[in-house]
């Protein structure tokens, strides 16, 4: 099957600080990928789609200066946490389906594991 | 309000048992997906479904479009299935409403 990977898989750094996470599509191509959170003991949360070449589209509730999402080539989206505060800490994972839209099978990153102290 | 509703919750099951983990969704969809995570984070996608029934070697997903039910079973299930089951929906657009998943334990 498809691969995504994720980099890197775990950070930690100190409040204040800017933390970017990459997800890259390796077998594939992705004019879309999805960008999703997930705290300990609950379920995924969709925080918003990136799209190759415009802007991305985020979930109500997320910030849109917070988490800067740029899906700069096909293969490549990052999501960057902006002045990073320990409540961000979080578990974030990227997916990417291999058709158009979430209509079709995602594969999904092995996630970043992020403390911010 | 959930969306999307597991249960059970958690589930213990000795090795060779079959199991069933239930979805319900109260949206109108036009996929259901059932995702596995393993201990580690990392998801794997088992199915996407749209209407019927779907079979990976142990693994059988079904999907009731009237009822808004879909179910995931396990045939001979083995301690290596110890995992979060997530029911997943997609109703319109770019849209993910998720379950709160199923912990799945088997024991030797």
């Known amino acids: 099957g498809a691969v995504v990977s994720q980099h890197p898989s775990w950070v930690i750094c100190k409040s204040g600080t800017s933390v970017k996470i990459e997800c890259r599509s390796l077998?594939?191509?992705?004019?879309?990928m999805f960008w999703y959170r997930q705290f300990p003991k609950q379920s995924l949360m969709l925080m918003a789609t990136?799209?190759?070449?415009?802007?991305?589209?985020?979930e109500q509730g997320v910030e849109k200066d917070k988490f800067l999402i740029n899906h700069a080539s096909l293969t490549l989206s990052t999501l960057t946490v902006t002045s990073a505060h320990p409540e961000d800490s979080s578990f974030y994972i990227c997916?990417?389906?291999?058709?158009?839209?979430?209509?079709?099978?995602?594969?999904f990153g092995p996630g970043t594991r992020l403390t911010v102290l | 309000k959930n969306e999307v509703e597991q249960s059970p919750q958690n589930l213990t099951a000795q090795e060779g048992e079959f199991i069933t983990i239930n979805c319900s969704y109260s949206?109108?969809?036009?996929?259901l997906h059932w995702l596995q995570q393993h201990p580690g984070g990392g998801i794997v996608s088992l199915f996407m479904?749209?209407?019927g029934k779907k079979k990976h070697g142990r693994l059988i997903a079904t999907i009731n479009i009237q009822e808004k039910h879909s179910s995931l079973h396990i045939t001979a299930s083995h301690p290596r299935d110890s995992a979060v089951y997530i029911c997943a929906v997609t109703p319109t657009g770019n849209q993910f409403y998720f379950g709160t998943g199923t912990s799945l334990t088997v024991i030797p």
């Open positions: 949206v109108g969809i036009s996929a």
């Open positions: 077998d594939f191509q992705a004019t879309t």
């Open positions: 479904l749209s209407s």
């Open positions: 990136s799209n190759e070449g415009s802007k991305a589209t985020y």
């Open positions: 997916s990417a389906p291999t058709g158009a839209g979430v209509r079709n099978e995602q594969f």
